[in-house]
């Protein structure tokens, strides 16, 4: 069955409006409307999330004190995990995955519990999301227990109908606005309550049954900003304070209009590396890299965070328009390949590939493809001095033209300077738009990829000498 189908749909008015919907659920033996949605489009968005028909988030709300677990399904390892429904805190900007929570990409969604530790009468159940595009709009079916049924289960697995072991369906939530309306973008609050001056009922635990929003690609997880359970019992709601950019964030604004944030707010003392040495770099380059990867119709994002994190390993990555570097290895690299690897990143950003759809008979972009091309334009254009991309004698027996990275940059470079000096605007291009195919190689420079990388190993040979030879 199709995701699409799995849910009934509601269509949306114009962006930017308020959504009402009405959805038929039996509370005290009668059918009521319950479900109120609405929406504000990204380009009206602010960190308060300022909806007209559904309040804004609280911060003392019975959630906060409720306990969340995953009953089915895997938490997507760039998001911020089931603690971000309900800490009380926001999501400063569009795309922010550490703030938010979402299932595992490519995945059929899950489900999520919260248990209120003891039966209340519940008034409202609120929940908010923001992403840019198709991950902002919410599908989901919501169940509620007082886990007094004898046949109880409080983790039903997808594939068992929670209504069989003592949950009650209350609603059924399709926030999207047409199948065919690409513009998905913005934030999303949803407000499920009975009308007038009712509760919802007396229940302990509630269970949501979360769906992708798209079977179109593996990005179809909507990022969950907050939870809010509103109990009778309970105080009046607090809104949670609109989080504001505060020291440590530095917001550099381009001609174009585009910010982008660079946040030292967790690691101080790279504050001044930043300032005087990253920042100059990106303020240059960001459009640049922006002209290196055109295509029709294309606008690249301009709101992008360059956030250092200080327990985080590895060295960086991305996520949508928000780039995560771990704090210790640029700390040990500030002289070395910590700018490099920055505009590697932002080289990410202007790809935004997580938003393609593949078109049919289309295939997945290859992640060495992907990585080799954020190289090529890192060691070829940023910092072609450095000759960080060259191929060694002691490299030469392992370097394959999809070995990702540098060296699939050094590939693409030898395929551009023999064959099409536009190559890397045509696979951009492809990739971007959903339709690369193997053939696309075949269709550019009249050779299989596997031809062009056997003769551009051959060439290395032939430049490396023999083996023993210094060059």
Known sequence: ???????????????????????????NARSEDLVTVDRIDSADATPGFEFHQVPRPSRNDAAAKATFQIVDGRVDSNSGGLATLNDGKLPTEEDQPQANFFFAAGTRGGRLSADLGASAELREVNTYSWHPAERAPQVYRLYASDGQAALFNPAPKAGTDPETCGWKLLAKVDTRVGQANPDQGGQNGVRIAAPGDKNLGAFRYVLFDIAPTTDAGA???TFYSEIDLVTAQGPAPEPIPAPTPGE??????????????IDTSETPGLREWTHQTLAPVVREWYPKLVQLLPSEGFTAPKKVTIAFKAGMSGVADTSGTYVRCAAPWFQANLKGEAVGSIVHELTHVVQQYGRVRRQAGAERNPGWLVEGLTDYIRWYHYEPQSKGAEIGRRQLERARYDGSYRVTGNFLNWVIEHHDRDLIQKLNTAMREGR???????DITGQSVQDLGAAWKK??????????ETK
């Open 436 to 442: 690369y195919r193997e053939k696309l190689w075949q």
């Open 248 to 261: 440590g964030q530095e917001i550099l604004a381009l001609d174009n209009g585009t910010k982008i944030t």
């Open 219 to 221: 990005f179809g997880q």
């Open 1 to 27: 069955m199709s995701i699409l189908n799995r849910y009934p749909r509601f269509y949306g008015l114009s962006a930017g409006t308020a959504l009402a919907a009405s959805l038929l659920v039996a509370t």
């Open 459 to 468: 060439d290395l040979e032939k430049k490396l000498g023999p083996a023993g």
